[in-house]
């Protein structure tokens, strides 16, 4: 038992070494799907549909109503296109929720009693979740950070969501090119046996913790150039002055296609509202 | 004179310092959001990793540009990044690591100070710690009807958040947090510096310790966080809203589909008519 934990262990720290896929992953899920229905929206109608679904599954214990909205997510993500590692996330993240606190409870001796109240709680965090991966995940990073930014938003915000999305392919290169040297240089321990597995799990942790000892100082160095060429184009007064944030924001523009995705939502919720009145 | 050689660092250097942790830890929880989670049993070991980034920059550099830095990173590059944005939950994660990171850089004064680093490093993971877990716990309690009734739930909530809290704090807390901070904040003392231009802290340099407004404003920034994260579970106030108008719930739910018709079918008509009149240009 113990042997196959540990095996599990280190084959989790070695997957996440493949800094190819995770790259991929990423990159597609930001890049990849900007011709779908819900990229096309208007960022400020999603945001407001998101406040909707993300914020009311919260406050309401209808049965129907939530499994209506989750069924509403479920559509809007399967439209939105995410990446499968996304969704795997998601799957596991509810079930680190609320799935382990069930066993739990049934371990300290529940019963049927305790799983009405944990479905709904469930359904919840699912739905909010889901929400959340078709808003952030569908949308352009850049038409994001205009509709955050058109709610007022800090503009250090949207600055950070859209610095974000051009230096991190650059910044996992760069720490995938350091970890590799890393390995070309290490001398790591043999890891056929037992307790050569642990120092081996051991010896990966240490060398990633090494890896951004260099990393910190490449990055400060170019956070130094990003600001300084920031400071030269007069960044910080225009992250304040009105006329630069009107410019920036000419460009959204609500059209038939965004009511009418509001209105489809707004009916089919309508419609799980009568059903849980009249069941 | 003397005010402007008291101050650490000016806005475009703090704004650096923003820019290089934000950029740093968010790609540092990018892979621990990456990573399946590890369990056995029913208890995750789900490892803080790589929380001594922010750490050591906080000791090194402004601990409140740092702090802001890291959290807005973890938001940016893990929650909105990957679609895992929680709503308004994800303020009481954004405070705590604020708070933690920012105490933990008030407490150094001198980075050679290896014991203090250590205090620091160790006091800031657990403040985070502890915190995310008290929210954790009140979370589940109000957001389940009913806590107490349902048979095995209250002991199974503590147990698990306890155990995880413990956990967290002595396996990852110590590997991930401390030994590293006491490895890279010496290291990098006196180099990064001035790759932003600036000079290294000191005695002299540094802000001073922690002081009583510093305690309060963490208090009230977890006070926040903690409403943030009750305001997101808790069902009362909405449910009672909905019991007012409960007498004729047919007729205002028939009215919301007969509206919600309408509205559909009005912008189907408005969208093929101008879809038309663009085809006819």
């Known amino acids: 038992m113990e042997i196959k934990v540990k095996k599990k262990l280190s084959e989790n720290i070695l997957e996440k070494i493949s800094i190819d896929f995770l790259r991929n992953q990423v990159l597609k899920n930001a890049y990849g799907n900007d011709d779908t229905v819900i990229a096309k929206l208007d960022p400020r109608i999603l945001l407001v549909w998101y406040l909707f679904v993300g914020l009311v599954p919260w406050f309401v214990n209808d049965l129907w109503f939530l499994m209506a909205c989750f069924l509403l997510v479920l559509v809007t993500t399967k439209l939105a296109r995410v990446a499968g590692l996304v969704l795997l996330l998601f799957a596991v993240g509810v079930f680190t929720q609320t799935g382990y606190l069930l066993i739990v409870s049934l371990f300290f001796g529940g019963n049927a009693s305790t799983v009405m109240p944990l479905l709904i709680l469930t359904l919840k965090v699912a739905t909010c979740s889901l929400a959340s991966i078709t808003v952030f995940s569908g949308l352009d990073p850049d038409r994001l950070s205009n509709g955050l930014m058109w709610f007022g938003c800090p503009e250090r915000l949207s600055f950070s969501i859209s610095y974000a999305y051009?230096?991190?392919?650059?910044?996992?290169?760069?720490?995938?090119?350091?970890?590799?040297?890393?390995?070309?240089?290490?001398?790591?321990?043999?890891?056929?046996?037992?307790?050569?597995?642990?120092?081996?799990?051991?010896?990966?942790?240490?060398?990633?913790?090494?890896?951004?000892?260099?990393?910190?100082l490449n990055t400060a160095k170019r956070s130094r150039t990003t600001v300084e060429a920031l400071e030269i184009k007069g960044y910080r007064y225009a992250a304040v002055n009105k006329a630069v944030k009107k410019m920036k924001l000419s460009t959204l523009k609500v059209t038939y296609n965004d009511l009418l995705f509001l209105a489809v939502s707004f009916l089919w919720i309508a419609l799980s509202i009568l059903a849980s009145v009249i069941f | 004179m003397e005010l402007a050689k008291k101050q650490t660092a000016t806005q475009s250097q703090k704004l650096m310092v923003f820019v290089l942790t934000m950029a740093l830890y968010g790609l540092a929880t990018l892979f621990t959001e990456l990573i399946p989670k590890f369990q056995v049993g029913v208890v995750e070991f789900s490892v803080e990793f790589f929380l001594f980034i922010p750490l050591t920059l906080s000791m090194l550099f402004d601990p409140l540009s740092a702090a802001l830095g890291a959290a807005t990173g973890e938001l940016v590059?893990?929650?909105?990044?990957?679609?895992?944005?929680?709503?308004?939950?994800?303020?009481?994660?954004?405070?705590?690591?604020?708070?933690?990171?920012?105490?933990?850089?008030?407490?150094?004064?001198?980075?050679?100070?290896?014991?203090?680093?250590?205090?620091?490093?160790?006091?800031?993971?657990?403040?985070?710690?502890?915190?995310?877990?008290?929210?954790?716990?009140?979370?589940?309690?109000?957001a389940v009807e009913d806590f107490e009734a349902v048979a095995g739930l209250p002991e199974s909530v503590f147990a698990t958040?306890?155990?995880?809290?413990?956990?967290?704090?002595?396996?990852?807390?110590?590997?991930?947090?401390?030994?590293?901070?006491?490895?890279l904040v010496p290291k990098l003392y006196g180099k990064i510096e001035p790759l932003l231009g600036m000079r290294p802290r000191d005695e002299k340099t540094g802000l001073g310790g922690i002081n009583i407004k510093v305690i309060?404003?963490?208090?009230?920034?977890?006070?926040?966080?903690?409403?943030?994260?009750?305001l997101a579970s808790n069902g009362t106030p909405l449910i009672e809203w909905e019991a007012s108008w409960a007498e004729s719930k047919t007729a205002l739910a028939i009215g919301m589909v007969a509206a919600a018709v309408i509205a559909v079918i009005a912008l189907m008509v408005l969208k093929f008519r101008t879809g038309k009149e663009k085809a006819q240009y």
């Open chain 1, 166 to 216: 051009r230096v991190l392919p650059m910044l996992m290169e760069e720490f995938q090119n350091i970890l590799l040297s890393y390995r070309m240089r290490g001398n790591p321990p043999e890891h056929e046996t037992f307790t050569g597995k642990v120092k081996y799990l051991f010896y990966q942790v240490k060398v990633i913790i090494h890896a951004f000892y260099p990393l910190m």
């Open chain 2, 161 to 183: 958040e306890g155990f995880a809290f413990l956990n967290d704090l002595l396996f990852s807390g110590i590997l991930f947090c401390l030994l590293p901070t006491l490895f």
């Open chain 2, 216 to 230: 309060i404003a963490a208090v009230i920034g977890f006070a926040v966080a903690a409403g943030a994260e009750l």
């Open chain 2, 77 to 142: 590059f893990s929650e909105i990044m990957l679609g895992q944005f929680g709503g308004l939950g994800e303020l009481e994660k954004f405070l705590t690591v604020t708070i933690g990171v920012y105490i933990a850089g008030r407490m150094v004064k001198n980075p050679k100070n290896y014991k203090m680093v250590g205090i620091a490093a160790i006091t800031g993971t657990g403040l985070q710690l502890l915190m995310g877990t008290i929210v954790d716990i009140m979370k589940v309690q109000f």
